[in-house]
Structures are given as C-alpha cells and as structure tokens.
C-alpha cells in the first residue's frame, strides 16, 4: 500500500536552531507533495507544496522543501526556527492514481523552547 | 468571510446512537472532503464530494455516511456510533478547478467526537 512517513513524531527545539522534517513516500510515479501546518488553536493549513518544475520550494514564513525524486523524499527545512514555529507539521501526498485522495504522514509535533 | 466552519465542535455520544455532523463553507468551493484524525497515525478520508449532489467513498468509510445536498454544506452522519468512531473530525474544501491533485484543501477546525 502505499504511504508517507514522517520519521519523527515529536522534535524538540530552541530558537534559532535548524530545522530538518524528514518526508518519505512509496509511490513510483509523478507525485504532487504537500506541507500542511496546524499552529495551536487554528486550522490546518497549507505551508507549500510541490507539483512540477524547480525541486526546491518555498512557502510561508521561511519554510521551505526540496523533492528528491531518487530519494522518494520531501524534507522540510528552516534555517532558523522561532517559538511561533511551534505547530504540528504534516506531510501529504497525492498523484493521479490515487483517486482524489491525499495521503497523510502521521505528523510530527515540534516544539520551540524559547 | 467565515470561510470552512465545523457544527459541532465536541460531542460525547453513547455507543448506538446518532448525529450529523456539518461541514460550511462561503468559499464557493466544488470539492469537500470529510477526514478522521487518530492518535500516531495521518489524516484518512472517509467520504468526499466534487460537487452539488455527488458523493463517494474514501479509504475509511464504513459506519458513516453522507450528503451534499447544497453546494456550500457537507452532511457526515454516523447512524450507531461505536467506540472505534471516537476521533477528531475534520472537513476540507478545494476549489476542484483543473487538477484535483494539486488543489490546496482548506480546513475546518475540527470536531472532537467521543463515542462511550
């Protein structure tokens, strides 16, 4: 079957640290990645996404992620994270086989210490 | 504008009962979806709509069911809610123009279900 593993479940910070989320699917064909977000209190949200041209993309507030295509990855990274970075951060993908249907990654709560 | 609103936001059921939960939304959006959310694991569709009317089956959809009877409000009801229901419920929306699978879905605020 496949799937989207996000290899940490929980990432603990301080500010200004680098921020590294790992992203990893299992289908071989064209891919659309996505980064959702979810700040304490609030929606869902979308951070970036991925669906053709330049690997590397950015998104809202300094985020930005790079598909490696041989690697079946898409890591989020952030040169210097701040305490508002403190969130749930979710990896989806989709593709045209997978009828309408986004695969979700379990998600990876980060913590920011001030 | 309100944008994707969730009735209600908690509920606590005993097992064999109903309810309907209401996914809103004013952004004039063709496609919605209806989500579960669990402990350790990502978010799962259980039904989705492209449009006024339609409805289909997503990779959880057993004990539920639904209806888009108006463009703008999406229907989940669980007609003899289980224990193995209790989660967290969330709607999305999509503009569903060209490819679906690129559309950014835009999210309700959850609804946290408890079935005893």
Request: charged share 15%.
């Amino acid at each position: 079957a496949q799937s989207v593993s996000q290899h940490n479940h929980h990432v603990i910070l301080s500010e200004a640290a680098s921020l590294e989320l790992g992203c990893n699917y299992s289908y071989g064909g064209t891919v659309n990645l996505f980064w959702y977000v979810q700040y304490p209190g609030q929606h869902l949200q979308l951070l970036l996404k991925y669906f053709s041209g330049d690997p590397l993309v950015k998104g809202i507030k300094g985020f930005e992620a790079e598909f490696i295509k041989s690697k079946f990855s898409f890591n989020l990274r952030k040169p210097s994270v701040q305490w508002s970075d403190t969130a749930e951060y979710f990896c989806a993908v989709s593709h045209m086989d997978s009828n309408y249907q986004l695969i979700w990654g379990a998600g990876t709560k980060l913590i920011i210490k001030p | 504008n309100a944008g994707v609103t969730q009735t209600p936001k908690f509920r606590v059921l005993k097992t064999g009962q109903s309810m309907t939960l209401l996914c809103a939304q004013d952004m004039n959006h063709e496609y919605m979806y209806w989500y579960r959310q669990d402990p350790g694991m990502g978010l799962r569709l259980i039904h989705y709509s492209v449009g006024e009317g339609t409805t289909a089956k997503g990779e959880v959809p057993d004990g539920y069911n639904v209806s888009r009877l108006k463009k703008q409000n999406f229907l989940l009801g669980l007609e003899s809610a289980a224990p193995s229901q209790t989660s967290v419920y969330f709607c999305a929306t999509a503009r569903g123009e060209g490819g679906w699978w690129a559309d950014t879905q835009y999210f309700g605020p959850g609804t946290r279900l408890t079935v005893l």
